[in-house]
């Protein structure tokens, strides 16, 4: 049985959520249900649960700035937020869940999961200051967090040069670094990574553009990046490739 909090401003969304809980996650134990995140420290320090649900805004206190006051966090968290798809995206490279308000079933399900195996594996440890740090800081800063056999390892979304799928692995090279076999779908990855520098040049590559250094049409189109490995860029991918490069489309 995972022991939990609800941390929300809003009732309304606290008593849809525990109901969604209790109907389709017979796993979860809601041990308190709380307003705001003062109420929540409290509960946490209390009570300490294994998964926390936290909202984002919240008056007052938000749910990060609720999580700065805690020196060390042993528990997981899913946020519920209404939070656009830049900042979810964050929370996902931070390897933590998150829920779009409103929430589906489904996707509470899923999380739980997800959570229940973080749980079992690590106690549901986050570093809390690399998602700190992705929220704030601009896209070419933020750090991917890669699972690994043992947990998860992070580099900088920078440093990935592209990613290649290996059927329902993904292969992920990154610069001065041996590639990195992943167990995630090249569409996972691709969500994880920031839209801004990296495209889909091909159904099976993600290339991060900053690591293009030529373009030729030659043989059906293809990229050299700054390893001198030539990637080939499919005919429907072309237009868009040439867009993002600021290149006249053929």
């Known amino acids: ?52 649900f936290l909202d984002v805004e919240m008056p007052w206190m938000n749910g990060f700035e609720m999580l700065e006051m805690f020196d060390h966090i042993d528990f ?3 946020f519920t937020t209404a939070y656009d798809k830049f900042a979810a995206k964050a929370f996902r490279i931070s390897a933590v869940d998150y829920l779009l ?5 489904g996707d509470l399900k899923i ?3 997800k959570a229940e195996e973080k749980i079992n594996a690590s106690g549901g440890v986050i570093n809390i ?7 704030r800081q601009p896209e070419l800063l933020q750090k991917v967090a890669l699972p690994s056999r043992d947990g998860y390892q992070f580099v900088s979304a920078q440093s990935i040069l592209y990613c290649r799928a290996e059927g329902a692995y993904t292969k992920v090279f990154i610069s001065d670094k041996h590639p990195l076999l992943i167990s995630k779908t090249l569409g996972d990855i691709e969500e994880m990574l920031p839209t801004g ?3 889909r040049i091909h159904h099976s590559t993600i290339v991060n553009m900053n690591a293009i250094t030529n373009y ?16 080939v860029v499919s005919k429907p991918r072309k237009d868009a490739l040439l867009e993002k490069l600021g290149l006249k489309k053929e």
Do not use: W
Not at 129 to 135: K, P, R, S, T, Y
């Open 129 to 135: 200051q690399n998602l700190l740090h992705n929220i």
């Open 76 to 78: 997981c968290i899913i």
């Open 1 to 52: 049985m995972i022991t939990a909090i609800i941390i929300d401003d809003e009732q309304h969304c606290i008593n849809s959520l525990s109901a969604d809980i209790s109907k389709h996650c017979a796993n979860v134990e809601i041990q308190a249900m709380c307003n705001s995140a003062k109420e929540g420290i409290m509960a946490i320090k209390k009570l300490k649960p294994q998964l926390i």
């Open 111 to 113: 999380a739980i999961k």
């Open 216 to 231: 030729s049409r030659t043989d059906g189109g293809y990229v050299v990046m700054n390893t001198g490995e030539k990637l």
């Open 197 to 199: 520098i990296f495209t």
């Open 101 to 105: 308000k409103p929430i589906d079933a």
